[in-house]
């Protein structure tokens, strides 16, 4: 009995080293995973140096200024023939006075509705603009991704957000603004010569 127990405390023992030489041959003959290339992209400097932002900001600031001299325009109008006819009130019949209020309510409503739909549509405008601002960034980074081939390419802002650490050395931003700001300024080139 007393061999029996040492053959079996052999045997385990021999199974036990043969599983640890055999998880450590698995673990060595696995070749070590390649290190994931993470880089990210301040955001707040890429719109901040990314001239088609600039540009689009700058334009809608413009319409915005347009807008406002339009509609302040408009108002001043309506508020003076408001004026004109308040200066004639007691020279009007009560059916001309009715006549006239209901004109200046339709007008006034006219004027709201105008400046309502002329609004509306600037912010479609902005957000057209703004939906191919991310466009171009999404296709300039997965060119330039071909290229390097990161894993991850994360946005970061200091303001706040997901990433609350990010080690400069993966900063890619000045690359990125580079690449868009050349393959905006030869878009813009390319565009007059279309028209």
């Known amino acids: 009995m007393c061999g029996g127990l040492a053959l079996a405390a052999g045997l385990s023992s021999c199974k036990q080293e ?5 998880t450590t041959t698995a673990s060595t003959s696995t070749a070590a995973p390649e290190a994931k290339k993470i880089v990210y992209v301040n955001t707040d400097s890429l719109l901040t140096n990314y001239q088609f932002y600039k540009d689009a900001q700058k334009e809608f600031e413009n319409k915005g200024y347009r807008l406002q001299v339009d509609l302040g325009q408009r108002e001043r109008a309506l508020q003076n023939e408001a004026g004109a006819i308040q200066q004639r009130a007691q020279t009007m019949t009560q059916a001309e006075l009715q006549a006239a209020d209901l004109m200046l309510k339709k007008k006034a409503g006219e004027y709201q509705q105008y400046g309502q739909q002329k609004q509306a549509a600037l912010q479609t405008e902005q957000a057209k603009k703004m939906q191919e601002l991310y466009d171009n960034i999404r296709e300039y980074v997965k060119k330039h991704n071909a290229e390097n081939k990161y894993e991850f390419v994360l946005g970061y802002t200091k303001a706040g957000g997901g990433i609350l650490y990010a080690d400069e050395s993966v900063d890619v931003t000045k690359e990125i603004v580079a690449g868009l ?10 565009a007059p010569a279309k028209k």
């Open 18 to 22: 043969g599983t640890k030489q055999a």
């Open 181 to 190: 700001n050349t393959e905006y300024a030869e878009k813009k080139k390319a």
